[in-house]
Nanobody, 123 residues
Framework: VQLQASGGGLVQAGGSLRLSCAAS????????VAWLRQAPGKDREFVAG????????LYDDSVKGRFTISRDNAKNTVSLQMDSLRPEDTAVYYC?????????????????WGQGTLVTVSS
């Protein structure tokens, strides 16, 4: 599986962005998928995850109520709708797959396949 994240950019605080993750070479419809992020000078962290059919979603407390993860297995894509963005959301965002149908909030449950997309939120 090769994943390509896109949709990042520069936005003012309070604004919105929608990130997309597209899979090529092979479907990821049997795998949980997550968005992870890494801010400058900080460790990578879990943001949101979704189970293989989309029935279960997980969020870090810092984004709960502001971000929404979704997936379309027919199109082999996973999206992250980010609303009410804050400067502390500035980071490179990566999409990653779990080895099985359900993930967790643990970074070790996921494998990042491609380069991330940069989100910059100005104050």
């Amino acid at each position: 599986v090769q994943l390509q994240a896109s949709g990042g950019g520069l936005v003012q605080a309070g604004g919105s962005l929608r990130l997309s993750c597209a899979a090529s070479r092979r479907t990821f419809s049997s795998n949980a998928v997550a968005w992870l992020r890494q801010a400058p000078g900080k460790d990578r962290e879990f943001v949101a995850g979704i189970s293989w059919r989309g029935g279960t979603t997980l969020y870090d407390d810092s984004v709960k109520g502001r971000f929404t993860i979704s997936r379309d297995n027919a199109k082999n894509t996973v999206s992250l709708q980010m609303d009410s963005l804050r400067p502390e959301d500035t980071a490179v965002y990566y999409c990653a797959t779990a080895t099985g149908p359900y993930g967790s909030r643990q970074l070790g449950a996921y494998r990042i396949w491609g380069q991330g997309t940069l989100v910059t939120v100005s104050s």
